[in-house]
């Protein structure tokens, strides 16, 4: 299985730009590459996920690595809503099990 | 649409006892999943299903066993439970695995003592 490597915990300054990374070194050519969080007591929700180009929502940006070996999940101005554990995960298509890591836990200073 | 409902969103099991983990969804979406989360920790997969009468295992089976006799129902048996198995499940799904995203309930707190 190809596996995600992330940080295990991040802080950052309310209202500011987090980068959370994730190197994915094993992925193959059609794996994509998703992001999801987990917020206190609750189940884990999509945030973004992309193949080769950065990608954008209203949630957050994607940028993608150009050998596709790591990509970074930018929160352009963080709240303390955004405190979470956030998975990074590849989409699977060569077998069909969706495995996640420990993510990272980001810790939101107001 | 519900999307994905689990229940019960709570039970107390004492060890031995069985018990099954009711996981519906109304998005006729073909990949259903169940996950298991213990405190402190990431996402565990158990086992999956790509589509009615085609199941698999996850990473940690053992203990467990599901079946998919529709599109919409994908049900985890605790066959004999056991404090070990104290955790948080949660099911999800997808349309597909390939670039679509993944949708989870709201999870079923399960002790047992």
């Known amino acids: 299985d190809a596996k995600t490597t992330q940080p295990n915990s991040m802080e950052s300054n309310e209202e500011e730009p987090v980068h959370l990374p994730c190197n994915h070194s094993t992925i193959s050519g059609t794996d994509y590459i998703h992001w999801y969080r987990q917020l206190p007591s609750q189940g884990p929700e999509y945030v973004i996920h992309g193949l080769t180009s950065n990608v954008n929502n209203r949630m957050a940006s994607l940028a993608i690595a150009e050998d596709r070996k790591s990509s970074t999940l930018i929160l352009h101005r963080a709240t303390l809503r955004d405190a979470a554990v956030y998975y990074c995960?590849?989409?699977?298509?060569?077998?069909?099990?969706?495995?996640f890591g420990k993510g990272t836990r980001l810790h939101i200073l107001p | 649409n519900a999307g994905v409902t689990q229940t019960p969103k709570f039970q107390v099991l004492k060890t031995g006892q069985s018990m099954t983990l009711q996981c519906a969804q109304d998005?006729?979406?073909?990949?259903m999943s169940w996950y298991r989360q213990d405190p402190g920790m990431g996402l565990r997969l158990i086992h999956y299903?790509?589509?009615?009468?085609?199941?698999d295992q996850g990473e940690v089976p053992n203990g467990y066993n599901v079946s998919r006799s529709t599109t919409e129902d994908f049900p985890l048996r605790l066959l004999s439970a056991a404090p070990s198995q104290t955790s948080v499940y949660f099911c999800a799904s997808s349309y597909s695995l390939i670039g679509e995203k993944l949708f989870f309930g709201s999870g079923t707190q399960l002790s047992v003592l």
């Open positions: 995960i590849l989409g699977l298509n060569r077998d069909d099990k969706i495995i």
């Open positions: 998005m006729n979406h073909e990949y």
């Open positions: 299903s790509v589509g009615a009468g085609i199941t």
